[in-house]
């Protein structure tokens, strides 16, 4: 990977059981890190989505692409793998994959 979106993530606990949305066309696992912070590693199949946030967001894209259309704007952007982009906390915003699947890693961050 061309990127600086990392191949693996060390040192983490890993939750079994997945985070499933949209009748399981989005999935998830969560890890928690060693200094508590939690990321989620997911697919996204094809559709259109739309996520709420609590807390900010950074979304790195593994494979696949997508387009992303923040809550409150009508500017759809486009993402590739290792493409980064992120979300306001207490926002939202739509995402839609055409084709395949977008693999990702969502970090939460602090405001």
Do not use: W
Not at 4 to 30: L, M, R, W
Not at 56 to 76: I, N
């Amino acid at each position: 990977m061309s990127s600086n979106i990392p191949e693996s993530i060390a040192g983490v606990t890993a939750t079994t059981k997945a985070n499933v949305y949209f009748d399981g066309k989005v999935v998830s696992h969560s890890l928690e890190q060693a200094d508590g912070s939690v990321v989620t590693l997911g697919l996204i199949y094809p559709g259109t989505y739309h996520f709420g946030t609590g807390k900010p967001e950074k979304m790195e894209l593994v494979a696949g692409a997508c387009d992303v259309v923040l809550d409150g704007s009508t500017d759809r952007s486009s993402y590739k793998a290792g493409d980064t982009f992120n979300i306001p906390g207490n926002s939202g915003f739509d995402i839609t994959v055409a084709e395949g699947i977008c693999e990702y890693i969502c970090t939460f961050l602090e405001e």
